[in-house]
């Protein structure tokens, strides 16, 4: 538990304030002037940013840090304060506004003192546009709604008005601060009613003035205060002593007098002062004495041309870029002195290495290295005559930084892949050396390109357009150099990159030539030239979809189609490609695929299974002559539209074409059946069922030849309408025969009845 006495912490406080109350009384200072900026000032739009700026100006004897309270006053109110140490505080209208008009006052307190800056005006046109809203835009008559009228970026004292159909209805005024008022207006009357707001601002109250007091009069004298200061001597030179005196003569009372120069208070006294000082160059300038009383001040000028003892001296190297393992040389010297008091003899010399005593003289040679890397400066010194205090004055500084000779460049490429017929990069690069460095590229075509690299993230990249063998990159070679007087350094490559060949165009090759169907079609796709792996994809002409890819690191890659049928007909190539990301495509080559060998078989052991079947019918039908005539007209059967039905036509148009032999006319052709027996010999030799149709006799025409006899002639009509079958059948597997008409005379039917 804490058992510190309670009247410990008011007794440190205490102290602190008598110590600083000590300090201010001690101090001696005076405030110079307080200045209030505006911007921008006078008329301005409503809307604009304005910044006040006010600063102070303070001289005093001590280089001690003030505290400074501003009090920025609008229209005599206090409207921004801020208590700091620096010299200069800004308040700012964001933006301004129309009851920011008015005018403006800056008053700045220093301890027991202030003063205030001249008023500035400031005058704000334009307000902002109000925004009104109603909770309802369909109310009933006699109905109220709720009406809001804001100004949100406005301020100051508001009244809003609101108008029903162009006419006043209502006045509100907004309470405090406030921006915006809300109310509720009464709708009188059915139709459309137009609701609208606007609002009004007091700038500044109407004065009105009252009679005027009764008189007294008063006498104002001026204050003669106006200082008076000599300097002595009238020739100064660096080291002599000076002798200021400011005074007041014969004030009427205490008069502070101040003696200033650069805002510093060099020294402070009542009526009169005296102030010696021992000068340097530097304290040339304009010195300031002011007398001061209350707010009245009166000030007095006077300049000071203090002269050289010598002039400053001044550092040289040689030569100006130093390379390590190159002897340098510093040389200090002053340009010129005073003859009255000093000779040049008289000036003495010393040189520092990062303000180390490196040597006693004004000059010094090394050779330059990493250790001796750092800040080089001298010093110059000197009594004058008669003078016991010495003049130091010291030189310019030099940063020395010995540059490190370039090392042998080493050439890569960049990436290290090169595709060869492709353009690339080269880099040349030199592991020490200190910039910027040069750095040139040779070609094989001793062809030179040049670039400078000034940073460490800068890169000697030269852009090559493209080489045809591996052995052309053996040609490049890179130089590289950091300063005119350093030798050149040369270097090739450093390492073999990854080389690769693009892939020539590939050729593509199909086994067997002709390909039937049922058959495996073999896709060979090769190339000449390229570096593996060699991707091969195969595409047929028909589709953009690859038939097949793979990848290997062999010259050639092959594709097998398997059992191929007529869907496989078209064109084939193939396209490769490798790292290089090139791709060769081949040229396109058309496969036909050929029926297969057993369908072509079936086909003719059908037709001859076929043949045999009608001429067996046709000797069968040859036994079981008609005994009967008819004549025949024409015959017409109606084809089936299936395969099947068009094989039993066949079969019905060769019975019918071995049945044209002398007959009884008018029978029907196929009126007498065969037996059973010969039926079912039939059906076990595959020979399909026959359809009927009855023939229609027609008109013997006279005029008609008459058919040549024998069955070598029927044979041959059999044989015919068998093969127009057969094509018939082959052109279109799909479709059937519309009919078959056979038409023959009575008069034909009778030559072939009476034939042998």
């Known amino acids: 538990m804490d058992n510190t006495p309670a009247y410990l912490p008011l007794l440190l406080l205490s102290s602190l304030l008598a110590l600083s109350q000590v300090a201010a009384a001690q101090l001696s200072f005076t405030i110079d002037s307080v200045t209030l900026n505006v911007n921008p000032s006078g008329k301005i739009k409503t809307g604009t940013m304005v910044d006040l700026y006010c600063e102070v100006i303070v001289s005093k004897d001590q280089d001690v840090e003030l505290t400074h309270i501003f009090n920025f006053l609008h229209n005599d109110v206090l409207a921004y304060s801020k208590n700091t140490t620096d010299t200069a505080v800004s308040f700012q209208l964001t933006p301004a506004r129309a009851a920011n008009s008015g005018t403006y006052e800056c008053r700045v307190t220093v301890l027991n003192k202030d003063r205030r800056s001249i008023t500035q005006k400031l005058l704000v046109t334009g307000l902002q546009t109000p925004v ?19 100004a949100p970026e406005e301020a100051g004292s508001l009244c809003f008005y609101f108008y029903q159909n162009g006419e006043q209805t209502k006045l509100v005024r907004a309470t405090g601060n406030s921006n915006m008022v809300e109310t509720r207006l009464e709708m009188k009357h059915t139709g459309d009613v137009h609701l609208h707001c606007n609002y009004g601002i007091q700038m500044m109250a109407e004065t009105r003035r009252s009679n005027d007091s009764n008189a007294i009069q008063v006498t104002v004298k001026e204050l003669f205060i106006t200082p008076v200061m000599n300097i002595l001597p009238g020739i100064v030179i660096e080291g002599d002593i000076v002798e200021f005196v400011c005074s007041v003569v014969k004030p009427p009372f205490p008069v502070s007098v101040f003696l200033t120069k650069d805002r510093k208070v060099l020294k402070q006294a009542t009526n009169s002062l005296n102030h010696r000082l021992r000068v340097l160059a530097e ?36 030569p100006k870029e130093v390379f390590e393992g190159v002897n340098f040389t510093l040389n200090c010297k002053t340009g010129g002195h005073s003859n009255e008091r000093i000779d040049i003899e008289d000036v003495k010399y010393s040189l ?30 000197s009594h004058g005559r008669g003078q016991t205090q010495k003049v130091v004055k010291k030189s310019n500084q030099i940063v020395l930084a010995a540059k490190v000779p370039v090392s042998v460049p080493r050439l890569s490429v960049v990436g290290d892949r090169l595709i060869l017929g492709k353009p690339f990069q080269l880099q040349c690069r030199s592991e020490n050396g200190s910039l910027p460095i040069t750095y ?66 590939p050729g593509l090759s199909v086994r067997p030539t002709n390909v039937a169907e049922g058959q495996d079609l073999n896709l060979t796709c090769s190339v000449q030239q390229g570096t593996p792996p060699i991707t091969y994809t195969w595409y047929s ?115 019918e074409a ?5 007959g009884v006319m008018g029978r029907n052709v196929w009126s007498e059946n065969v037996s059973g027996s010969e039926s079912d010999d039939q059906r076990s030799e595959g020979i399909p069922d026959v359809q009927y149709t009855d023939v229609q006799p027609l008109e013997v025409d006279p005029n008609r030849d008459p058919v040549k006899k024998g069955t070598d002639t029927v044979y041959s009509e059999v044989r015919n309408s068998l093969q127009g079958v057969v094509k018939l059948e082959q052109a279109d597997g799909q479709g059937s025969v519309e009919y078959a008409q056979l038409n023959h005379s009575d008069h034909e039917l009778e030559d072939q009845e009476h034939e042998p």
Not at 356 to 373: I, M, P, W
Request: charged share 20%.
């Open 132 to 150: 009104l809203q109603v909770n309802s835009t369909r109310p009933f008559v006699g109905e109220e709604v709720t009406a809001t009228c804001s």
């Open 283 to 318: 304290d040339s300038g304009e010195y300031v004495c002011k007398a001061e009383r209350g707010n009245l001040q009166r000030e007095t000028y006077k300049s000071v041309k203090v002269k050289d003892l010598f002039a400053k001296p001044v550092l040289v190297m040689r």
């Open 352 to 381: 520092f290495l990062n303000q180390v005593l490196l040597t006693s003289g004004g000059r010094y040679n090394a050779t330059a290295h990493s250790s001796l890397n750092g800040n080089y400066s001298c010093q110059a010194h």
């Open 440 to 505: 040139s590229l040779q070609s094989p075509k001793n062809k030179v390109v040049s670039q400078v690299v000034n940073t460490l993230q800068d890169l000697a990249i030269f852009n090559v357009t493209a080489i045809d063998k591996s052995s052309d990159l053996k040609s490049f070679s890179c130089n590289a150099r950091n300063h005119p007087s350093q030798p050149l350094r040369a270097g090739g490559l450093s390492r073999t990159p990854i080389i690769i060949e693009p892939v020539s165009k």
């Open 541 to 655: 002409s028909k589709s953009d979809k690859p038939l097949w890819s793979t990848t290997g690191n062999v010259m050639q890659g092959s594709h097998v189609l398997q059992s191929v049928s007529k869907e496989h007909d078209g064109g084939y190539y193939c396209v490769t490609s490798n790292p290089s990301e090139d791709s060769r495509r081949s040229a396109v080559i058309t496969v036909g695929v050929k029926m297969a060998p057993w369908k072509k078989g079936l086909i003719v052991g059908l037709c001859i299974l076929l043949t045999v079947a009608i001429i067996i019918v046709i000797i069968i039908k040859k036994g079981f002559r008609p005994s009967h005539r008819k004549k025949t007209g024409d015959l017409s059967v109606k084809a089936a539209s299936t395969k099947d039905e068009t094989l039993r036509l066949t079969h019905g148009t060769a019975n």
């Open 658 to 662: 071995a049945n044209l032999t002398p």
